[in-house]
């Protein structure tokens, strides 16, 4: 499954990072991205940041998934 | 994200049509716009104007049951762990499954990504294991970058069973078949790896349109949009709705890793059968890497699950409310084939959201 939630860097170590994404912790490996920086927003899949994202699409994304997930609740994904 | 009101996108859609003169026939190749298609119930809105078919791009629906056959013979051999994701473990092969035979003692882990895999080799030397390689070019780079990373440590006891798969060879196949459409809503992530110039070749050699769409129920429908416009103008062209991640050319610097270790390959998809250059295998310099080679995997003949018609559903011709099985004999809970497994599976979206 695809997650299109943009992830935030919050700390890299070598090729491998922290992110956040909603709240959640993960790690990410940041070998397939180039210049990637502590703030930057990254797409993730199967461990892995597939794409850098524009820092203000990538908050106005997240408020969307945010206001959604308060108004509607969503049906829970494993 | 540009999030256009739903009216607005649905009346660019009814415009559109209008200019069309008829209903047209779009393929969602993605397994997971298929889930979202059905969960937000996007179909129904736009009945009149967009029938919508599911595509070859649920991974663990295309894989061949060979290759499934094959994880289950590598899973019960002594000392050998499984590495997976997770979709994988509840497909069913001709007398068995992951779960099952993980219930019988074989050990069969769950993993978020390769990298996992290869930690839990790492961890226990005395042991082997072995990754299901599975999955499109979304997820191919990834487990290059872990392989190599395998090869430069020499990590010995971790290996690879590689059915990776290259989404356009498989909607070239889709289109030599019998299904007849109008255009492509193409996968978002592959896209971002491939880039949208990648489809390019398709959209010359067929004069079928792909738009390379995001994830959200409002991508799609702006997806659908943008291609009912260019359905309409009677242009040909590959375009990208979800513009916040897609690039005309892609990831460049992941399109390298994936090469560097992984080549084209002919690969034999569930219902589509062998498709020429449609897979990647490890490139002479990693076959060591290579789990069929190392445990000498005898050859598995082609083979098939008495009565499911997944093949049929993947090629766009059967809708999975069609299958005979549909419901009673195969349901999420029991599944008899993988589209019924994988949230991403057409079968199993069908039979959630209606």
């Known amino acids: 499954m695809c997650l299109a939630i943009p992830a935030r860097v919050v700390s890299i170590k070598g090729t491998l990072a922290r992110v956040e994404v909603m709240g959640n912790a993960r790690q990410a490996d940041l070998s397939l991205l180039d210049d990637v920086a502590i703030g930057d927003y990254i797409l993730v899949h199967a461990g892995f940041g597939i794409q850098k994202l524009d820092r203000s699409e990538a908050e106005e994304t997240l408020a969307i998934f945010r206001s959604l997930e308060e108004g509607i609740g969503e049906d829970a994904e494993p | 994200m540009r ?24 393929m969602e190749v993605c397994g997971t716009h298929t889930h979202v298609i059905a969960r937000a119930g996007l179909k129904p809105l736009v009945r009149d104007e967009v029938a919508l078919v599911s595509g070859p791009g649920c991974p663990v629906c295309v894989t061949a049951q060979r290759d499934i056959e094959k ?4 899973a019960r051999r002594p000392g050998v762990t499984v590495a997976t994701f997770g979709d994988m473990v509840r497909v069913p092969g001709i007398n068995s499954s992951l779960e099952r035979a993980r219930a019988e003692g074989a050990d ?3 993993v978020y990504s390769a990298r996992d895999a290869l930690e839990l080799a790492r961890s226990d030397p005395s042991g082997e294991v072995v990754f299901l390689a599975v999955g499109f070019e979304t997820t191919a780079p990834g487990v290059a970058s872990v392989a190599l990373e395998a090869a ?14 290259r989404i356009v060879p498989a909607m070239a196949a889709v289109l030599d078949g019998r299904v007849a459409l ?7 992530h592959v896209s971002v790896i491939i880039g949208s110039g990648a489809y390019e070749p398709l959209v010359r050699e067929y004069g079928v349109p792909c738009v390379a769409t995001g994830f959200e129920p409002c991508d ?5 949009a943008m291609l009912l416009e ?27 890793i ?6 084209t390959a002919d690969a034999e998809w569930r219902g589509l059968g062998v498709i020429p250059g449609s897979g990647l295998r490890l490139r002479e310099e990693f076959r060591k890497l290579d789990a069929e080679e190392r445990f000498s995997l005898p050859e598995v003949p082609p083979t098939e699950i008495e009565g499911c018609a997944c093949g049929e559903v993947l090629k766009g011709l059967l809708d999975p409310a069609h299958c005979p099985l549909f419901g009673n004999r195969c349901t999420p809970e029991s599944p008899v084939g993988p589209c019924m497994v994988s949230s991403e599976g057409s079968c199993a979206a069908t039979y959630r959201y209606g």
């Open chain 2, 230 to 256: 260019i359905v309409a103008e009677h242009r040909a062209e590959s375009v990208i709705q979800y513009t916040r991640a897609v690039t005309p050319g892609g990831n460049a610097r992941a399109r390298d």
């Open chain 2, 182 to 188: 109008d255009g492509f809503l193409t996968p978002g």
């Open chain 2, 108 to 110: 069969v882990r769950v």
């Open chain 2, 71 to 74: 994880m289950l013979l590598l």
């Open chain 2, 3 to 26: 999030m256009q009101s739903l009216e607005h996108v649905l009346s660019r859609i009814r415009k559109a049509s209008g200019e069309i003169g008829r209903r047209v026939r779009v």
């Open chain 2, 152 to 165: 430069e440590s020499g990590t010995a006891n971790f290996s690879l069973l590689v059915s990776h798969k």
């Open chain 2, 220 to 224: 799609v429908l702006e997806g659908l």
């Open chain 2, 258 to 263: 994936m090469m560097r270790v992984f080549e």
